[in-house]
Nanobody, 126 residues
């Protein structure tokens, strides 16, 4: 069993920044990738980024490229998503998830992830 807990969401003005965190506990060593996803009301869940724990390689989906950065502190079992230049369309619930990549790189494909956190809400509004 693995537990994931997101934090760091809130209200931010357009153009602002937020850093989300994901605290992982339990049998985390059984897995090799942590991803960030988001889901806005009435929309499908969307993959944003992932990081492979073993080598630190990363993947960014189009919505995250150039604005979001995923990082990890393995000693603390923490994963972060730094979000800059936020836009109103980034308003969503953000989730972290842990799993095992199918290939040599992690992806934002939901099927690779087994455990999910409860999410943290991000609202971008003036």
């Amino acid at each position: 069993q693995v537990q994931l807990a997101e934090a760091g969401g809130g209200l931010v003005q357009p153009g602002g920044s937020l850093r989300l965190s994901c605290a992982a506990s339990g049998f985390t060593s059984d897995y090799d990738a942590i991803g960030w996803f988001r889901q806005a009301p009435g929309k499908d869940r969307e993959g944003l980024a992932c990081i492979r724990i073993s080598d630190g390689s990363t993947y960014y989906a189009d919505p995250a490229k150039g604005r979001f950065t995923i990082s990890t502190d393995n000693a603390k079992n923490m994963v972060y998503l730094q979000m800059n230049s936020l836009k109103p369309e980034d308003t969503s619930d953000y989730y972290c998830a842990i799993g095992t990549p199918y290939g040599s790189m992690c992806t934002a494909f939901e099927g690779e992830y087994e455990y999910w956190g409860q999410g943290t809400q991000v609202t971008v509004s003036s």
